[in-house]
């Protein structure tokens, strides 16, 4: 093939954009584990599922055949405000590094929720709508999912409603007003507005909330009202299947110019962005057509892959959810108060835990520091200011590409750059004063809240 010069800047045309999602768990040999219903611990049927989710999400949710899934007219609409996303070759970094890889990044942050959830938020809206309901309710921690459903629902007309993690409310409140801005209201979790979080407020005088206690609330909320239902921002099949779009357009744009990757690497929070950025190219290494070296990066006060046990767990707090396989370190993990909030879930995608017990991708965990180091670094050369979740990628980005400066590879590095970190400058402003700490925790503190999974007999 002749060499088209390569832009700094891949974007894709119009009409080279997907117009499918891609379910990669139709060309899983070991499909992930089901979902369990937490008091039957039967699977879960679509009829419960579709008492939490629309029905389409839950049909999503249950689907392991389907390999393409359509994206409906509206939903590509929406998705040509702020898509394709650019796939950037980091020139200015390579050069800084001194490096003899090339390094790309897939940068979801071009909108203003400034990262890739709106990417599933305008799907899970879009099924809301369709279906005749009047709104969705749901948890966010950092705030970038609260946000992004709030940009989706005020599109669409939808009501939204915001369980937020108090620590954050207080914390973020520009990000809060972003959320009202666009008509959601938000109210800090544990609340007293439903019975788990009159519960754990009781529990726990003075709590500063977590994510799994306000996924609690919001599906409290939702199984309340008829009109109502739940939908969460990642570690659900269906998230990642909506989040396929980031991996389809970076496939599409490095086969433009038959770019080869060698690793891909992708920050692991509840696996959605990271899931959805590897799903075609863990697709050709599935069906044999490729390989490619996968790398998942996670915080290390939050280990779940590295260092958590692949069992069945409640996805939440309050244990109303349906009982998951995954990677976890126990539903009761409160994670250290580690800076990347999107990054600070107990547990992992049941299909992104299935790919890493089978052996397709790697793990591994970064300590917070190094992980601002890493951002700081990117920021001074390629003039975005990345978020902390985002930076994990990063700093593993980095770390591979000057182990290629000592053996001289010509690699090809592809990462996924999940968004910016504009409401983060409380987290950037402890790393410049130099009064961030690394947070790991013991052995101990691992085995004690994993001995408090629940018994599943498989
Ligand atoms: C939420 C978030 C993440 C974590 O995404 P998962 O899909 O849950 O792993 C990463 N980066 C940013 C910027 C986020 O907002």
């Known amino acids: 093939m002749p060499n088209k010069e390569i832009p700094y800047k891949i974007y894709l045309e119009e009409s080279e954009m997907p117009k499918a ?65 650019p796939l950037v070759r980091a020139y200015c970094l390579e050069k800084k590094l001194g490096t003899p890889a090339k390094i790309y990044y897939k940068f979801e942050g071009n909108n203003t929720s400034g990262s890739h959830k709106l990417n599933s938020a305008i799907a899970q809206a879009y099924y809301a709508k369709q279906q005749g309901l009047k709104g969705v309710t749901t948890e966010t921690g950092a705030g970038q999912w609260g946000t992004a459903l709030s940009m989706a629902c005020a599109y669409l007309g939808l009501d939204c409603k915001v369980f937020m993690v108090k620590c954050s409310y207080e914390q973020k409140p520009f990000r809060r007003e972003v959320m009202r801005t666009y008509g959601a209201s938000v109210t800090p979790s544990p609340s007293m507005e439903t019975e788990v979080g009159r519960k754990i407020n009781a ?52 086969d433009k110019y038959d770019i080869k990757a060698d690793i891909i690497i992708g920050c ?52 109303v959810c ?91 590095i592809v990462f996924g750059l999940t968004g910016t970190g504009y409401f983060d400058m409380y987290a950037y402003q402890r790393f410049n004063d130099g009064a961030m700490g690394d947070y790991v925790p013991t052995d101990e503190e691992i085995a004690a809240s994993l001995s408090k999974t629940p018994k599943v007999s498989e």
């Not at 990066?297 to 692949?310: D, N």
């Open 203 to 254: 529990e726990f005088p003075g709590t500063t909330g977590s994510l799994g206690c306000a996924i609690s609330e919001a599906v409290e909320a939702a199984s309340k009202d008829p009109g109502y239902r739940y939908v969460l921002g990642s570690v659900m099949n269906q998230v990642l299947l909506h989040q396929s779009i980031i991996g389809l357009e970076t496939k599409a744009a490095l």
């Open 268 to 319: 692991a929070g509840g696996g959605s962005n990271l899931g959805g950025l590897i799903s075609p190219f863990v697709g050709e290494k599935l069906r044999g057509e490729a390989d490619y070296r996968i790398i998942a990066v996670e915080p290390a006060s939050c280990p779940s892959l590295t260092r958590g046990s692949y069992v069945y767990d409640f996805c939440d707090t309050g244990k």
């Open 322 to 412: 349906p009982l998951q396989k995954m990677y976890t370190l126990g539903s009761g993990f409160i994670p250290s108060s580690s800076h990347a909030g999107g990054l600070r879930y107990h547990g992992m995608s049941s299909v992104v835990s299935q790919l890493y017990d089978d052996g397709l991708m790697e793990a591994v965990s970064v300590e917070q520091t190094s992980v601002f180091a890493a951002a700081t670094e990117f920021a001074k050369v390629e003039g975005i200011l990345p978020a902390p979740e985002s930076s994990h990628a990063i700093r593993v980005a980095i770390d591979e590409a000057l182990k290629c400066k000592e053996t001289g590879e010509e690699k090809t």
């Open 21 to 85: 999602w891609y379910n990669v768990r139709a060309d899983m040999v070991n499909k992930p584990a089901p979902l369990l219903n937490p008091e039957t611990r039967h699977p879960m049927t679509l009829e419960e599922m579709s008492e939490i989710f629309c029905e389409e999400l839950a049909k999503q949710e249950l689907d392991d055949t389907t390999a393409y899934i359509p994206i409906p007219q509206e939903i590509l609409d929406f998705y040509k405000m702020y898509r394709p996303a």
